[in-house]
């Protein structure tokens, strides 16, 4: 049995600033951007000795080319210090990390392109991009604090505080939590710096958490259901180690044929009576749509039992739908049964 590993989901905070508070979260962004940008230079210039270095070697050594402190006067790189007055530790910090990110990646794919490994002949290098749409990483304490928070009891006073840039100086300023998820509330859970995202559409943290999964039971069987276009389901018992032991078709036709059928007399109707142009009275064949609805419930029973019957068949520990968020409208005839049957 396989011993479960760590993983890292994010689920999003939404925030509700103030005009004023939207107006410091732009400044800060800007201005988080501005030193990833100044930075991504200055790593890319010694890369050569900063390449080498793990993820806690590599602050101190930047550090060292571009931070002025009293023990060490004396720097390569006194720009910084000007450009970026009193820029928080821990925000510099979290820049040195995307920066050392960004130039990394960029010599892995330059050296790729450099032996060949090309997705064309005639394909362009790489570009050092440093115009990234970064966002700033916020570490507890240093750039955020969380008030009124409660992971086992969540209510509707959370709020958190973060460190911004009012255009001279950097201030604390609270803003109301208005939406959680639920990952915070599982005590195994391990939550880890969050990011805030802000700009003319979006303004919330995005908040990674190291999930430590349950240990998987052996010899338990799962029933997968994938929804389709030409069956409306296809099922397959899956054991543990991913070997298919039986595999069905769910397709009651004869149901499917009664509700197309009728749906197609609808349209017949409507050309007959508004002809070109016209409109259609309001509840015109509202009884063809409730009986339609009526067929899609009973599809939907219909294939939902069959569904149930196999897992108890096969002792199946789970019955897994594909994720159905964001399907085109064109599906919903074919997924609208197990919704209404309460199955999808």
């Known amino acids: 049995m396989k011993t479960p590993t760590k993983v890292i989901r994010t689920d999003k905070w939404q925030l ?50 571009m931070h002025e402190t009293a023990k060490r006067p004396s720097i390569k790189y006194p720009q910084f210090n000007k450009a970026f007055y009193k820029f928080p530790s ?43 749409g970064c966002y700033p990483a916020l570490y507890k ?17 959370e709020q958190v505080e973060i460190k911004v840039f009012d255009g001279s100086d950097w201030i604390w300023t609270v803003v109301k939590i208005t939406g959680l998820r639920e990952r915070h509330q599982v005590a195994t859970n391990k939550m880890m710096s969050p990011s805030l995202i802000f700009n003319e559409r979006y303004c919330h943290l ?5 999930c430590k999964p349950e240990k998987r039971k052996p010899e338990a069987n799962v029933t997968a259901v994938d929804l389709g276009i030409n069956t409306t389901a296809t099922i397959a018992v899956v054991t543990d180690d991913g070997t298919v032991i039986h595999r069905d078709f769910i397709h009651p036709g004869r149901d499917i044929d009664r509700r197309d059928k009728r ?82």
């Open 206 to 210: 995005s908040v990674p958490f190291a």
């Open 141 to 157: 304490g240093q750039c955020y604090k969380l008030h009124d928070f409660d992971s086992a009891k969540p209510t509707l006073r």
């Open 16 to 65: 509700n600033p103030t005009p004023g508070q939207k107006v410091l979260f732009g400044e800060t962004v800007k201005i988080y951007r501005r030193a990833c940008r100044f930075l991504v230079g200055i790593i890319y210039t010694h890369w050569a000795e900063l390449g080498t270095l793990t993820a806690d070697q590599l602050t101190p050594a930047v550090e060292k080319l």
């Open 90 to 132: 821990y925000y510099r910090r979290a820049a040195f990390a995307f920066a050392a990110g960004q130039v990394s990646s960029f010599v892995t794919r330059y050296r790729e392109w450099q032996s060949g490994n090309r997705k064309r002949r005639n394909a362009s290098p790489p570009r050092l991009n440093a115009e990234t």
């Open 263 to 344: 749906l197609k007399s609808v349209s017949v109707r409507a050309s007959k009576t508004m002809g070109k142009g016209g409109k259609l009275h309001k509840g015109f064949c509202s009884k063809t749509y409730q009986k339609c609805q009526r067929i899609n419930h009973q599809i939907g029973q219909v294939v939902s039992k069959r569904i149930v019957e196999i897992a108890l068949e096969f002792n199946s520990e789970a019955i897994v739908f594909e994720n159905l968020k964001g399907w085109f409208e064109v599906t919903v005839r074919i997924v609208e049964p197990l919704q209404l049957a309460g199955y999808a």
